[in-house]
């Protein structure tokens, strides 16, 4: 089944709650990547966790500052993912 874009229903620090519209689609898995779009900037949260028939409960990777309730959330369809090779051996990535 597709899934569909979500929206923020709730918000306190790191955690997000996002509800999604599952009539005809499904909820993001648990360890799922979502991507908020905030003018330029782009907010990454992980689904933690199903916490009723149509919300999952996030965590962003990132500051909360200026995300709000209603705003757009579009589920990436797999976990977090970061570049691998020699070239990032022994490197800190920040997303």
Known sequence: MAQHNGKIAQVIGPVVDVRF?????????I??????????QK???EVQKHIGEDMVR????DSTDGIYRGMEVRPLGSPIKMP????VKGRLLML
Request: aromatic share 0%; net charge negative.
């Open 43 to 45: 907010l990454i949260l």
């Open 58 to 61: 996030a965590i962003a990777m």
């Open 21 to 29: 519209d599952t009539e005809g689609g499904t909820l993001p898995e």
């Open 31 to 40: 360890l799922d990547a979502l991507e908020i779009t905030n003018g330029d």
């Open 84 to 87: 691998t090779g020699d070239q």
